[in-house]
């Protein structure tokens, strides 16, 4: 895409590699540089670097902050915080563990500024698989456990351990971000991720536990793999962003050197002075303080890594050394950026990589398919009987397609053609009255799960299992039915009547050549529920996949 201007929110802008492409995109002229960062000092703090070191020329610098993860309306919070008090726990878990609804994206701190500033471009920046992985769900469970052998476990411990689990919050993130930026209209979602281990295995040796590696750190590396086939899925979403993941595997420095304070957390490490030697028996038995706090902060030379904090010359000498992680420039990261929006394949896309080199559908798969098909279709006639849907796939709403075009095709005689000119009211009462009279048709229905709902509306037919059964405190009938009743009212017959009218409208005949697809039967002029029942989720449902 064209970078110039365009609208560019950078999430994690005010880090190492954030500012690193802040600064390439500038020299591409973007109408709009949001630069949005957890505090609003690291916000303006990444404005003025860019102010000061860059011609913005006419883009406007924008400032935002907050925490992405958290609903917006705790944006500002600590997370440690948020858990800490009993509301904004129970608003986050029932943002994290609630049913969908259609204002999720408008209530998430990232829904927010999509919405806002409707973005033709978003760069995520942010360590996502750290923020997640190191909230320690380890040392969460340790402390369920030693509830659950004292005897009883507190209702706020199983609420922080739920807030904990890395998953649901990966998914709803996924899910938010992927639905907020088809809301705002963005064309390229570009993620800068990460491999978890700078690009080492599973003996790397920067690890922060006796283990090799921690726990903490494979997690990591999981959510970010997790996090990688999530969004190879938000790229075959049809509407929404173009998507794209760089992986830097190495240690990405650095941003300046430096001599002075040591911070640790933006707070300067105290030099500590030991007092006097204490036996090794007692040494850490507490009580005893055998040293005393300098007042004084502890002061060298050091290299600033950005969010990975300042390391000393030999730290800095060992973790980059030939054969360790090593390192990757941010800037180079940068360029490498700015050529996949540009539409210049950098070879670094993880996510044409994974495109490249998954298996698809096959030619072989093809022509077994329709193999398949025809023995099946010979078998049922030989056994006298229509084997429909099991509900086996699912949802409960295939079954209940599968059902309903087996009944239309009955009640019709099988003709596409002949169905389009339909009288709902008259098809009510035929399916119906194939429902009462063919006993095998009814049990094979209901059986699966699924009830009958007369052509009155008012009676319905069902089993001991209703897939989806009424919500307990009522409920909008409709769409109840549509997700897994077969419905005999007139209306849902209309419905069916434009939806065969579209299939004939707008399926391909072979002698038309290969411009349109020959789906849902209509080279055959014949009712297959099969068949029907895919060009409803490709179509009325947007279920197609993009990729094939």
Same mark, same amino acid.
């Given at each position: ?9 950078? *999430? ?30 690291? #916000? ?6 860019? !102010?000061?070191?860059?011609? =913005? ?16 309306? &705790? ?12 509301? =904004? ?24 500024? &999509? ?9 995520? %920046? ?8 190191? !909230? ?18 507190? @209702? ?56 090799? @590696?921690?726990?903490?750190?494979? =997690? ?5 793999? #997790?996090?990688?086939? &999530?969004?190879?899925?938000?790229? +075959? ?28 957390? +933006? ?6 002075? @030991?007092?006097?030697?204490?036996? *090794? ?23 600033? #890594? ?100 087996? *009944? ?8 596409? !053609? ?10 009510? %009462? ?119």
């Amino acid at each position: 895409m064209e970078i110039q201007g365009a609208r560019v929110l950078l *999430l994690g802008g005010s880090g190492l590699v954030g500012l690193a492409i802040a600064r390439r995109l500038l020299e591409h002229g973007p109408a709009l540089l949001v630069i949005s960062a957890l505090t609003q000092e690291e #916000a303006e703090a990444g404005i003025s670097e860019l !102010q000061a070191e860059s011609a =913005a020329g006419g883009t406007e610098l924008t400032p935002e902050w907050g925490d992405v993860f958290l609903p917006l309306a &705790l944006k500002d919070h600590r997370r440690a915080d948020a858990l800490a008090d009993s509301g =904004a726990r129970s608003l986050l878990l029932d943002d994290l563990y609630g049913d969908p609804d259609p204002d999720a994206v408008a209530r998430n701190t990232l829904g927010d500024l &999509l919405l806002r500033h409707r973005p033709t471009l978003v760069i995520d %920046c942010i360590n996502t698989a750290t923020v997640f992985a190191y !909230q320690n769900v380890y040392a969460s469970a340790a402390d369920l456990r030693r509830q659950a052998a004292a005897g009883h476990v507190e @209702p706020e411990a199983a609420e922080r351990h739920l807030a904990t689990l890395y998953l649901p919050q990966l998914i709803r993130h996924v899910q938010l971000a992927g639905e907020g930026m088809r809301q705002a209209g963005t064309r390229v979602y570009l993620k800068i991720g990460t491999a978890g281990t700078g690009g080492m295995g599973l003996n790397i040796p920067f690890t922060h536990s006796e283990e090799r @590696p921690s726990r903490m750190l494979l =997690a990591k590396s999981s959510l970010a793999g #997790a996090h990688t086939l &999530l969004l190879f899925l938000m790229a +075959r979403t049809p509407g929404g962003p173009a998507v794209k993941e760089i992986k830097p595997t190495a240690a990405i420095s650095w941003k300046r050197i430096g001599a002075g304070p040591v911070l640790r957390g +933006r707070k300067p490490i105290s030099r500590i002075e @030991p007092t006097h030697p204490v036996p *090794l028996s007692t040494a850490f038995a507490g009580g005893e303080q055998p040293w005393r706090d300098t007042g004084e902060a502890l002061t060298g030379v050091w290299l600033d #890594a950005g969010e990975n904090g300042l390391f000393s010359p030999a730290e800095f000498e060992a973790l980059t050394a030939l054969g360790l992680m090593e390192f990757i420039t941010p800037e180079e990261i940068a360029d490498d950026a700015v050529r996949e929006i540009t539409g210049a394949p950098s070879g670094h896309d993880v996510v044409a990589a994974l495109d490249a080199s998954t298996s698809g559908p096959t030619y072989r798969a093809g022509v077994m398919r329709q193999a398949a098909i025809n023995r099946m279709a010979t078998l049922e006639l030989e056994q006298g009987v229509e084997s429909v849907a099991y509900e086996m796939l699912g949802p409960p709403r295939l079954s209940k397609l599968l059902w309903e075009a087996a *009944l239309l095709s009955r009640a019709t005689g099988g003709s596409l !053609q002949g169905t389009v000119g339909l009288d709902p009211a008259q098809t009510a %009462c035929a399916t119906e009255a194939l429902i009462q009279d063919d006993a095998d048709l009814r049990s094979r229905i209901v059986s699966i799960g699924l009830p009958i709902l007369l052509a009155d509306g008012e009676r319905v037919l069902r089993g001991p299992e209703v897939k989806v059964p009424p919500h307990p405190g009522g409920g909008a009938i409709d769409a109840l039915v549509d997700a897994g009743w077969v419905d005999l009212r007139p209306g849902n017959w209309e419905r069916w009547r434009g939806r065969i009218a579209a299939v004939l409208g707008g399926s391909g005949q072979p002698d038309a050549g290969s411009r349109l697809d020959l789906d849902a039967g209509a080279e055959s002029g014949r009712i297959r529920p099969g068949a029907l029942a895919a060009w409803i989720f490709r179509h009325e449902d947007g279920g197609e996949r993009v990729k094939r």
